[in-house]
């Protein structure tokens, strides 16, 4: 019914950026919150990044100035620029969206299948 797909991941050295996307498809009728999380292995998911609706965000304190996460709501997607990459960013980075689904009538959490990111030192 509704698909979060992500692309963008990879292995770059430190120091380094990358570009992750995220497109939200379905039988979407509104889109409220999109984000970004991560889980390295051996921990638990945590936030990297929020946009609300009105365009404002919120960054966890280890990626601030390093990473600048936009959307696009006509296209129903969330992006994240990573810059500065280092070892400790490492993880599988998940989308996330709350969204207002057809014949749905709440809002309901979405997350993608993850996406591997691997910075070396």
């Known amino acids: 019914q509704v698909q979060l797909v992500e692309s963008g991941g990879g292995l770059v050295q430190a120091g380094g950026s990358l570009r992750l996307s995220c497109a939200a498809s379905?039988?979407?009728?509104?889109?409220?919150?999109m984000g970004w999380y991560r889980q390295a292995p051996g921990k638990q998911r945590e936030l990297v990044a929020l946009?609300?609706?009105?365009?404002?965000?919120n960054y966890a304190d280890s990626v601030k100035g390093r990473f600048t996460i936009s959307r696009d709501n006509a296209k129903n997607t969330v992006n994240v620029q990573m810059n500065s990459l280092k070892p400790e960013d490492t993880a599988v980075y998940y989308c996330?969206?709350?969204?207002?689904?057809?014949?749905?009538?709440?809002?309901?959490?979405?997350w993608g299948q993850g996406t591997q990111v691997t910075v070396s030192s």
């Open positions: 996330h969206a709350s969204l207002w689904v057809l014949q749905t009538p709440r809002w309901t959490e979405h």
């Open positions: 379905g039988l979407i009728v509104s889109v409220n919150t």
């Open positions: 946009i609300f609706q009105d365009g404002s965000t």
